[in-house]
């Protein structure tokens, strides 16, 4: 039988685990910036949605979106290797757009990292688009690779 992670919103448990993820699979080689506090914070932030994806009560992904206006910024983000190419990493992130969507936020911006070919591919089968790239993004040593993805046009 399978059995298919459970999504739902993050909550303060789930801070130290996240902060765990994101220092092994988001900044390793780079400062370790989102620690527990700073997801913590997130969490309890009420223009922040903190999502988690659990499969046997561990968390197997996760993800961060910071919403304003008209955009929103997925801060964080990452699944588990052994949860990946699942549709997992893609039902997070359609997860976290369905607010914007529904407070007519016109577009969702997120950067990943240009030496991580895999994660730019990732977004832009999800629609987003490379808008840029920022050297030295990561702690002046990584550059980054800005993405967008427009959810409705500007009025």
Same mark, same amino acid.
């Given at each position: 039988?399978?059995?298919?992670?459970?999504?739902?919103?993050?909550?303060?448990?789930?801070?130290?685990?996240?902060?765990?993820?994101?220092?092994?699979?988001?900044?390793?080689?780079?400062?370790?910036?989102?620690?527990?506090?700073?997801?913590?914070?997130?969490?309890?932030?009420?223009?922040?949605?903190?999502?988690?994806?659990?499969?046997?009560?561990?968390?197997?992904? *996760?993800?961060?979106?910071?919403?304003?206006?008209?955009?929103?910024?997925?801060?964080? *983000?990452?699944?588990?290797?052994?949860?990946?190419?699942?549709?997992?990493?893609?039902?997070?992130?359609?997860?976290?757009?369905?607010?914007?969507?529904?407070?007519?936020?016109?577009?969702?911006?997120?950067?990943?990292?240009?030496?991580?070919?895999?994660?730019?591919?990732?977004?832009?089968?999800?629609? *987003?688009?490379?808008?840029?790239?920022?050297?030295?993004?990561?702690?002046?040593?990584?550059?980054?690779?800005?993405?967008?993805?427009?959810?409705?046009?500007?009025?």
């Amino acid at each position: 039988m399978l059995i298919l992670p459970v999504v739902r919103l993050g909550n303060a448990a789930d801070a130290a685990p996240i902060a765990e993820m994101s220092r092994s699979y988001i900044e390793q080689g780079l400062g370790w910036s989102w620690r527990e506090a700073r997801v913590l914070h997130a969490v309890r932030d009420r223009a922040t949605n903190v999502v988690v994806a659990t499969d046997a009560d561990d968390i197997v992904g *996760f993800g961060i979106m910071q919403y304003r206006d008209e955009t929103a910024h997925l801060a964080l *983000f990452a699944v588990r290797p052994s949860h990946r190419n699942r549709g997992l990493g893609s039902m997070l992130v359609t997860w976290l757009e369905k607010p914007a969507r529904i407070a007519g936020v016109e577009r969702v911006g997120v950067e990943a990292r240009a030496d991580n070919q895999k994660a730019p591919a990732f977004y832009q089968r999800l629609g *987003f688009r490379p808008v840029k790239t920022m050297p030295g993004y990561y702690s002046g040593l990584v550059d980054a690779v800005r993405l967008e993805k427009q959810l409705r046009a500007p009025p």
